[in-house]
């Protein structure tokens, strides 16, 4: 039998251990054995092993830490990272956020819609969207909570649709649409925001607010077709000052700490 080289050897453990963290069996912020450890489960090269370590890194699933408390720690996927990685793929198009906001218009009204028919909805989501409201509600006069409530809302009703693909998808959106919204709405006086405008008008705020309280009630009542209409109208409304600004997508504004 033919020897196998270092790569194949490398891409064998890294595969083994890529299983290990997509199955939860190694969960975030675990370490990753160590190098004595992996070499006593695998029978590999230490350069076999320092390549697995690599293909993971650049896989985005492990950070491999320096000094005294080094080693490699487990970065479990999530729609934050995912969203980074579309953000660049976006910005390398030139990408506008017009396009991603037309892209949640068409996919978050499916999700509220699915949230409306859930036969659960009464224990699963509708406490939680009322819950949301009530710290939108408290925050009107607070730009910066305001923004993160509505955020936490929108989240909510995609997070409990029931369906973990468009979950993931339309979250990776949201992230890159919310980076986008808090450059455009950031408080002019903040040096370090590299642009802004006026601050969102009480009557806008207002009028979402009405209509997450419009949204909810449609849930909760289990009418499909009312919660989609309200959706989409309400994500129009909500998306055309901060389109009016301008803009493009920027994957540093999506990147930061996992």
Request: hydrophobic share 45%; charged share 25%; aromatic share 4%.
């Amino acid at each position: 039998m033919p020897q196998m080289r270092q790569p194949r050897l490398a891409e064998m453990v890294a595969s083994r251990l890529r299983e290990d963290i997509l199955s939860g069996r190694l969960k975030e912020g675990d370490r990753i054995p160590t190098q004595a450890e992996l070499f006593q489960e695998f029978k590999v090269s230490l350069p076999a092993l320092r390549e697995a370590m690599r293909i993971l890194e650049t896989d985005g699933l492990i950070t491999v830490q320096r000094g005294n408390v080094g080693g490699a720690v487990v970065f479990a996927p999530s729609p934050k990272r995912a969203a980074q990685m579309i953000a660049m793929v976006l910005q390398s198009r030139k990408t506008s956020p017009l396009a991603v906001s037309e892209a949640i218009n068409h996919l978050e009204p499916i999700c509220a819609g699915m949230c409306a028919a859930r036969e659960d909805r009464a224990d699963v989501v509708v406490p939680e969207l009322r819950r949301l409201v009530a710290v939108q509600r408290a925050a009107l006069e607070d730009t910066d909570g305001y923004l993160a409530a509505v955020r936490y809302f929108h989240a909510a009703v995609v997070g409990r649709c029931g369906n973990e693909a468009l979950i993931v998808v339309i979250s990776s959106l949201q992230a890159i649409w919310a980076a986008h919204e808090s450059m455009v709405w950031a408080d002019p006086a903040d040096a370090d925001v590299p642009r802004g405008t006026q601050r969102l008008e009480p009557k806008r705020r207002r009028e979402a607010l009405r209509a997450h309280e419009k949204l909810v009630e449609a849930i909760e009542a289990g009418n499909v077709d009312r919660a989609r209409r309200l959706t989409a109208t309400h994500l129009n409304a909500s998306h055309h000052n901060t389109i009016g600004a301008g803009g493009s997508v920027l994957a540093s504004l999506v990147a930061g700490p996992h």
